[in-house]
C-alpha cells in the first residue's frame, strides 16, 4: 500500500505562486506516473497535470498550461507542481495521484493522498 502525502498548499493572492508537493510515505514513488487533480466546492474533481516516468513528458489541463508546471525530483522521490499567476478559479483542495490505467481519468488511480487547501484571494 503506497500512501501519498502533499503539501505546500495555503493561502495566496490573485496572481501569486505556490508550489505543491507530493511524496510517498515509506516508498519510493510509484514509478508508472503522477498526477494533480483539484476539487473546488460543489464540483468534480479535475485532472489539472500529469508526468509519466519512462520519458518524463508532462500534461496539462487547458486552464493551466503556461501557469503550472508539474516536475519529478528523483533523487527525493517527489513529485512537485509549480503554480504561477494564480486566480480565483484555481482555489480547491489538490490531490495527487499514482499510478493511472489513463492520466486524466480519476478512478483510474491507485493511489490518492489526502489533499492540500489552495485558497486564492483577491
Known amino acids: 500500500q503506497v500512501q501519498l502525502v502533499e503539501s505546500g498548499g495555503g493561502l495566496v493572492e490573485v496572481g501569486g505562486s505556490l508550489r505543491l508537493s507530493c511524496a510517498a510515505s515509506?516508498?519510493?514513488?510509484?514509478?508508472?506516473?503522477v498526477g494533480w487533480f483539484r476539487q473546488a466546492p460543489g464540483k468534480e474533481r479535475a485532472f489539472v497535470a500529469a508526468?509519466?516516468?519512462?520519458?518524463?513528458?508532462?500534461y496539462y489541463t487547458r486552464a493551466v498550461k503556461g501557469r503550472f508546471t508539474i516536475s519529478r525530483d528523483s533523487a527525493n522521490n517527489t513529485v512537485h507542481l509549480q503554480m504561477n499567476s494564480l486566480n480565483s478559479e484555481d482555489t480547491a483542495v489538490y490531490y495527487c495521484?499514482?499510478?493511472?490505467?489513463?492520466?486524466?481519468?480519476?478512478?483510474?488511480?491507485?493511489?490518492w493522498g489526502q489533499g492540500t487547501q489552495v485558497t486564492v484571494s483577491a
Open positions: 495521484a499514482a499510478e493511472p490505467a489513463s492520466l486524466v481519468v480519476a478512478d483510474s488511480y491507485a493511489f
Open positions: 508526468i509519466t516516468f519512462s520519458d518524463g513528458r508532462t
Open positions: 515509506g516508498r519510493a514513488l510509484p514509478s508508472v506516473a
